[in-house]
Structure formats: structure tokens, C-alpha cells
């Protein structure tokens, strides 16, 4: 008998959320799979915190956990590879957050500007540890059990229908994705992904609480578990089979 799996959202720097979900989680056991659907960091105040929370889990817990790669973590493995100011430059991707907490530094107002020398750390992207940047670079693209298929974004349409992820090219693609189209039209087997926050979903869809916009979003046949951590929101996780929903909000 397949056991549970709880599938985690976007944590997004925001370590007491992360910490308040899991104390209400239920204990876990060596027939449980955690897949955390990836953007572990910018954002909020903890990103360096985040990180080493999941790491330390990982190691710590008797259930099976996946820690899957989400569009953040992607971003600065392509800045610290090739670099991309792009991504840097813009204050609403929370680079400056990120920065700040792994160089152990106070938490940056949200209209703060990055001074010149913080500027020329983030575009080298050298300011992570060597190990973190590793662990970046060993998150799979998606992940896939007996209750649903788990990526960070969604999956686009090619022809007449939507791929198998292990069949799309490039995989980043997984990442990046926000499309009307896989929210509406996917069908098949259960998909649950991140990314696009759900009261940002075209809510009329959902069937889980419609009258709040802001919660776990429940489509034709893919669920939205990005609830806006790190962005004035909260954390959400979601139980299969039993689709049972946790939150850090009170």
C-alpha cells in the first residue's frame, strides 16, 4: 500500500513559517515522502536559514524527502555559471534578501537598493557557499509517485495534449512556466506544482475554498500550493492521498 506523501510550496526565506507548518504536520514514518516543490530562498528574511532547515531534515527524518529545483535556485546557478543581471536588478525577486542572509547581514528594508559593492558580489553569485551552490545543482526538475507528479511550475502544452515531464526539452522549462492553459485545459494524472501564487490562479477553477483567493488553489486536475511565503502570504502543504491541507498561518 503506497504510503503518505505531502507535497510542501515555495518557502521563499521564511523559516518561522517553515518551522510553524511542520509542527503541525503529523509525525513522520520510513513510509512517507516529503517533495518540497523548490524556491527555498530570496525573498524573506532566512534564505541561509531555509537552506540548512531542509538539508538538516533531510538527514534527520525516518520519510523519503525530495527537494525538487524551483526557478530561484535556477536563476542564480545561471548567474554564478554565466551570469544574468537581469534576474539580479529587479528588487521584487528578493535578491538583496538572500544576499543579506547568508552574508549574515541586517534584513534590507523592501525599498532598499543593494549599494555598488553588494551589486558586484550578487552578479558573481560568490557570496553562496560552495556546498549550497552543490546541493542547487543536484535539485531534480520533477518527481513522480503513485499519487501525482510534482514540479515547480507546470507543464507546457506540445500538439494536442501536455508531456510526461521526463519528456520535455529543455527541463528548465518545468521552472518557469505560467500559462493559463496548463491550469484549464491539463488533464491526467494529478499534478501539483508551485510557482505562480494561487490568488494569482484563475480562481473561478478551483474547488478548494473559492472564497479565498490566497488559498491552496484546486484545478480540473492539477493543485497550486504557492500561497505567497516570503511575500506577505503563507506556507501550505498537501497531503496525499487523504488531500488533506496544512498551513502556517493561524
Same mark, same amino acid.
Given at each position: 500500500m503506497p504510503g503518505r506523501t505531502f507535497a510542501v510550496g515555495d518557502i521563499h526565506g521564511d523559516l518561522a513559517a517553515l518551522a510553524k507548518l511542520f509542527e503541525r504536520? =503529523? =509525525?513522520?514514518?520510513? %513510509?512517507?515522502?516529503?517533495?518540497?516543490? /523548490?524556491?527555498?530562498? %530570496?525573498? /524573506?528574511?532566512d534564505s541561509a536559514g531555509v &537552506?540548512?532547515? &531542509?538539508? +538538516?531534515?533531510?538527514?534527520t527524518t525516518p520519510a523519503k524527502v525530495i527537494c525538487l529545483r524551483g526557478n530561484h535556485e535556477d536563476a542564480w546557478l545561471q548567474v554564478a555559471e554565466e551570469g544574468w543581471p537581469e534576474f539580479i536588478m529587479p528588487r521584487g525577486n528578493g535578491c538583496l534578501e538572500c544576499y543579506r542572509s547568508f552574508k549574515g547581514l541586517p534584513v534590507p528594508d523592501e525599498s532598499e537598493i543593494p549599494t555598488y559593492d553588494e551589486y558586484e558580489e550578487m552578479f558573481a553569485a560568490?557570496?553562496? *557557499?560552495?556546498?549550497?551552490?552543490?546541493?542547487? #545543482? @543536484? !535539485? *531534480?526538475?520533477?518527481?513522480?509517485?503513485e499519487h501525482?507528479?510534482?514540479v515547480h511550475a507546470g507543464i507546457k502544452r506540445d /500538439?494536442?495534449?501536455? *508531456?510526461?515531464?521526463?519528456? &520535455?526539452? *529543455? #527541463?528548465?522549462? !518545468?521552472?518557469?512556466?505560467?500559462?493559463? %492553459?496548463?491550469?484549464? +485545459?491539463?488533464? /491526467? #494524472?494529478?499534478? &501539483?506544482?508551485?510557482? @505562480?501564487?494561487?490568488?494569482t490562479l484563475p480562481n473561478e477553477l478551483? @474547488?478548494? @475554498?473559492?472564497?479565498?483567493?490566497? %488559498? !491552496?488553489?484546486a484545478g480540473p486536475a492539477c493543485v497550486g500550493l504557492d500561497t505567497a511565503c516570503g511575500k506577505g502570504g503563507f506556507l501550505t502543504a498537501f497531503e496525499l492521498p487523504a488531500q488533506r491541507v496544512y498551513e502556517s498561518r493561524d
Open positions: 504536520l =503529523p =509525525p513522520f514514518t520510513s %513510509d512517507d515522502t516529503v517533495v518540497f516543490l /523548490g524556491d527555498y530562498i %530570496d525573498r /524573506g528574511p &537552506v540548512a532547515w &531542509v538539508r +538538516n531534515f533531510i538527514s560568490g557570496f553562496f *557557499p560552495t556546498d549550497v551552490v552543490e546541493w542547487m #545543482k @543536484t !535539485l *531534480p526538475f520533477f518527481y513522480e509517485d501525482a507528479i510534482y /500538439g494536442d495534449g501536455f *508531456p510526461h515531464p521526463s519528456l &520535455v526539452e *529543455p #527541463k528548465r522549462a !518545468l521552472l518557469w512556466l505560467r500559462d493559463r %492553459d496548463f491550469f484549464e +485545459n491539463y488533464r /491526467g #494524472k494529478m499534478v &501539483v506544482f508551485g510557482h @505562480t501564487t494561487t490568488r478551483s @474547488t478548494y @475554498t473559492p472564497d479565498d483567493p490566497t %488559498d !491552496l488553489w
